[in-house]
């Protein structure tokens, strides 16, 4: 009687007659022992494996359940020898290597071998965008790194630059991809030539690694550790940033927070309602808004994904498609703020302005101002702004915005008179409705007597947007003749940000 | 030199671009692809094709899942890639290339 034994082959039970598996047994062994040259051994040998179990399976039936001597023979026999199709292997190999010394590589090249950039992320410190371009210009890594550094030191752009390759670059990943890389053709034998290097690699990375760790000097082992330290840190200030970016875009932009210096008597502006103050039609402003919001998430994403990628040294295998859009939507961005920056910079070509001259004969003249950034020391520091506690740009009221600040210069009179003369200004894309919004700027000057009181607020419709309006007052004094200027204000107290209650009178007299 | 071994080397040849051809119709596991080339007779035996099929994939031009299967062992599903695809429209040139010129010499 033949002994019967159970086996296992990938995770089919056989029952095999004991000739029939020291049979099966020696076969295993013969070809285990021919492929230990070839690459992807485990990988033929578990797909013959796969193949033995099939064919076994299709000689078994419900009248036969053991394998038998014979089965196991015809199925070698389907099989083959290792020696009858391994050695056409080798001979494949030494002809293709004969092929290779010819000059015909072009010809078995299937598609363009022209050298590209790629981020080469097997031999990266970061991510591998110097080691890229060192194999792009055939450079030593270590000259393009130190590039890089001094390019940092010097003039700064050298790390935006380099998230900016990181972001655009591919990185290499598939043979093909080594090859175009380091611009050689891309044949059959090179990219056999870029497997075997890469196993070679990996095999070596992973002999060296126990080695590595008492081989390496002291100083490159802290170089490493700072290179890890600042790529962490470096992602730790990303992630940072994403979340404060996001926590920002959520109270700012979705929560309409009052973040302008704009004021209602509702309180604040929001940002959305701020922008309505400039643009002439809605319907740009919503293109705006929805594409800035676009571009501002997917950047936050990007943010984040980066920094958590650093800082926990993980992979997405969705990263590469994130950086792409983001990439894209950078461009996108960057065109929708030329247009829509251009689109409201039309808006302010034009400056039309409106005087209005007021002859004032009399002999001496007060002007009484109040509460203002320009006033009588204008004459002699043209352009100092006197602080007076207010926190906002504009105030907007019933009668439209208001905003402060009324520049108040003081001339010679060409004649013997006083002139008091009001300009408003205002811009817009054409004469016409620069004009107009001039006209629409309200501002007037009370007189009682011979004082004359200039506000420091002037008004314009809201419909007008904000136009660069503006009102100056030149006070001409004729020779001889002198100015009595009254300026109320109020002071800052020791503490910078606390004003003085009630406002502080000065005097000021200017002849000419 | 006997036939069978210039016929051996020609159907080596052309063996890979053969394997390629099969898999750009439909991904299959290798049990399939003997199939198609054992009606083609350009295989005699079948191990011949488990080296080949490592090989294309180590090249990435190959890729492949596996799969349960209901009556044996789980399938190894072989497909081409996007390199394997551009790899097999080079040889397809290629092929036509040479069998035309071929039957011209044979003529």
Not at chain 1, 315 to 335: M, N
Request: charged residues 25%; glycine residues 6%; neutral net charge.
């Amino acid at each position: 009687m033949k002994k019967t034994i159970s086996i296992h082959i990938k995770g089919i039970n056989f029952l095999i007659e004991e000739n029939a598996y020291e049979l099966l047994k020696d076969y295993l062994k013969r070809l285990e022992d021919k492929l230990s040259s070839v690459n992807g051994k485990e990988e033929i040998l578990e797909d013959i494996e796969l193949r033995v179990v099939e064919l076994f399976t299709n000689r078994l039936s419900n009248r036969k359940e053991v394998i038998e001597e014979l089965d196991v023979r015809q199925t070698i026999e389907t099989l083959g020898e290792p020696e009858q199709f391994l050695e056409d292997e080798s001979t494949n190999e030494s002809n293709s290597n004969q092929k290779n010394e010819n000059d015909n590589q072009e010809n078995t090249s299937y598609q363009s071998s022209e050298k590209r950039l790629y981020r080469n992320i097997e031999n990266a410190s970061i991510a591998g965008v110097c080691s890229g371009l060192a194999q792009y210009f055939k450079m030593d890594v270590i000259i393009v790194r130190i590039l890089f550094v001094l390019f940092t030191l010097a003039a700064g752009f050298g790390v935006p630059l380099y998230i900016i390759l990181w972001v655009v670059l591919p990185s290499a990943h598939t043979h093909i991809d080594r090859l175009r890389m380091q611009g050689r053709p891309i044949t059959v034998e090179n990219v056999r030539e870029e497997v075997e290097m890469a196993a070679k690699r990996m095999s070596r990375n992973s002999q060296n690694f126990a080695s590595k760790i008492h081989r390496e000097s002291v100083l490159q082992k802290s170089f490493r550790t700072v290179g890890q330290i600042i790529s962490k840190g470096f992602g730790g200030f990303l992630l940072f940033l994403g979340v404060a970016a996001s926590i920002a875009f959520v109270i700012i932009v979705i929560g309409q927070l009052g973040s302008t210096p704009v004021k209602t008597a509702d309180g604040y502006l929001g940002l959305y309602n701020f922008g309505l103050l400039f643009f002439e039609d809605p319907e740009q402003l919503n293109w705006l808004w929805v594409s800035a919001g676009a571009i501002s998430i997917v950047g936050i994403i990007w943010l984040i994904a980066t920094g958590t990628r650093l800082l926990f040294n993980l992979r997405f295998p969705w990263y590469k498609y994130l950086s792409r859009s983001v990439f894209l939507f950078a461009i996108i961005g960057v065109v929708l703020v030329f247009y829509f920056g251009s689109m409201v910079a039309r808006e302010y070509t034009i400056e039309k302005s409106i005087e209005t001259d007021t002859m004032v004969s009399t002999e001496s003249l007060t002007i009484q101002t109040k509460d203002d950034d320009y006033n009588v020391n204008n004459y002699r520091h043209n352009g100092y702004n006197r602080r007076n506690g207010r926190n906002y740009w504009l105030l907007i009221t019933k009668k439209g915005i208001e905003e402060r600040g009324v520049r108040i210069y003081y001339e010679e009179s060409p004649d013997s008179l006083y002139h008091i003369i009001e300009e408003r200004i205002a811009s817009s894309r054409n004469d016409r409705d620069a004009l107009r919004r001039a006209k629409n700027i309200q501002f007037k000057i009370t007189q009682n007597g011979s004082t004359y009181s200039i506000p420091n607020t002037f008004h314009f419709p809201e419909a007008d947007k904000i136009r660069n309006q503006r009102v100056h007052v030149y006070i001409q004094v004729p020779k001889g003749k002198s100015v009595k200027v009254n300026d109320e204000f109020k002071y800052p107290t020791s503490d910078e940000d606390v004003w003085e209650e009630e406002p502080v009178s000065e005097s000021v007299t200017i002849s000419l | 030199m006997n036939a069978e071994n210039t016929q051996a080397q020609m159907r080596k040849g052309i063996l890979e671009y053969c394997i390629l051809s099969i898999l750009k119709k439909k991904e299959a596991y290798p049990s399939e692809i003997l199939e198609s080339l054992k009606i083609a007779k350009l295989i005699v035996v079948e191990g011949t094709l488990y080296p080949l099929l490592t090989r294309l994939k180590n090249m990435e031009l190959l890729g492949y899942r596996w799969e349960e299967s209901t009556s044996g062992p789980p399938r190894k599903y072989y497909s081409l890639t996007d390199e394997g695809k551009a790899f097999h429209k080079e040889l397809t040139v290629t092929w036509s290339e040479l069998s035309s010129a071929v039957n011209q010499l044979s003529k």
